[in-house]
């Protein structure tokens, strides 16, 4: 925290999901003021707006800054957005359809805002973050949790794609007789990779993995935890998991040849535990191919700690180059 000053001006990210509301504040030189996180309150429009402001005043009042000092705000939202319109144009978990969010932003605090996909400004933070110690200029940004998505950015900037909808590939279908995917198809990347899929699949082959933890509260970690004690299902069901999000890392780097797929979401915050089945695949698919050896390099990995908010700084970065050009 730093020394609050009345010749200050800010900068404001927002993270809305579906459960909860995270909220940065930083100054012009990306000093961290607050950060919080809070209830999304999606019960309907009218309440994300309410739910979302009271975060924003909440984050202000410990940055001991006011609505006035703020220059511009960020958000990423988990769904299909116009950024020149700032408006959600669907966002199901949140609630929201063909919504004015920039508009009502900028009717509560009178400042300009700048929406994005969630994932897509993830990307842009996750960039922002590996850039800090090396230079690159195209990356994936995987991420991996409730959902499954990547973002990419392609000669320095954010590729959105005709809808902004580029790098949506938890949808992708990798396994057409597999399980029904929550969007209508079957066999998507994400009903095998997602958090709920992964302590699906595992239950499914040992219930007694996560004991005695309640079946509907295990999660990815547990089943991570249950592979690394030495239980068979749970090491079976993870090298699967593993061997699949190689091959997503595969297809990326060979669809754009980048430098980097950054990984990020709630299952890689499992660390080491995350990491290493999938470098393991990476290895498996060198030993076959001159051509993997050439491209697949580990170096190519990384994992974005689990403490750095790429979707928030992301955001920030988003709403501040939009500032700019204004
Ligand atoms: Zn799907």
Known sequence: MNTPSADLSYAIGLDIGGTKTEAMVVD??????????????????????????????????????????VQVIGVGIPGLVNPETGVVRQAVNLNLESYPLGAALKAEFDTPSFLENDVRAAAVGAFEYINRTEPVSHIA????????????????????????????????????????????????????IAGPAIVRQALAADPTIGAPTSPDKITAGHVYTAAQSGN????????????????????????????KVLLGGGVARDGDAFLQPILHELAHLRMQSTLAREMLLDEKVARIPSDFNAGVWGAIWLAKQAVQQI
């Open 141 to 192: 940004y995987l991420s991996i949790g409730t959902g499954v998505s990547a973002g990419m950015i392609l000669d320095g900037r954010l590729h959105r794609g005709v809808n902004g909808m580029a790098g949506e590939i938890g949808h992708a279908i990798v396994e057409p007789d597999g399980v029904q995917c929550r969007c209508g198809t079957y066999g998507c990347l994400e009903t095998i």
């Open 232 to 259: 068979k299902a749970a090491q079976q069901i993870i090298q699967y998991v593993s061997r699949t999000i190689a091959r997503t890392i595969q297809w990326l780097i060979m669809s754009y040849d980048i430098d």
């Open 28 to 69: 012009q030189q990306l000093h961290v003021h607050s950060r919080i996180s809070k209830p999304t309150d999606t019960t309907n429009p009218k309440r994300v707006l309410a739910s979302v402001t009271q975060t924003v005043y909440e984050a202000l009042h410990l940055a001991k800054a006011t609505a006035q000092q």
